[in-house]
């Protein structure tokens, strides 16, 4: 059986990884993230790494900052030691400003692939309207 966290997407396994970021001044979770991280990369030949970097909280002493910091920190260790092209939602980018060049982002709510793409970034355009089944469609079965 899969851990109730794993999910899969496209036929592959995707790992849901949730950690409760306290700051990190001794780089403590970043020294975790990437040993999770370079495990996870060998697992999968697949040039992207995607972080994902959406709905990051604040709590505790943690602070937005340090967990931007961190999220750059984690996008630098994806291009520059895993080697892979980093990957995650939109939030990176426009939040965190962690997305570098190369990354590619994934655009969900509030932006579209355009507003990315012009930025000289590549774009997966996943409006959260095309692609939630929470509600039905026009004519659709209730229930969804």
Known sequence: AKPKNDQ????????????????????????????????????????VFNIGGDETEVQGPCTVESTFELQRKLINFIRNDLKKTPEGWQELLFDATAATMDTIVNSWTGTFAPNITATGREAVESASGHFYFTAPAPGGPAGW
């Not at 970021?21 to 040039?47: C, H, I, R, W």
């Open 8 to 47: 899969t997407h496209r036929g592959l396994a995707v790992a849901v990884i949730r950690v409760p970021f306290q700051g990190d001044p001794d780089n403590s979770t970043y020294n975790v993230l990437t040993k999770v991280f370079a495990e996870m990369a060998g697992l999968f030949e697949d040039e």
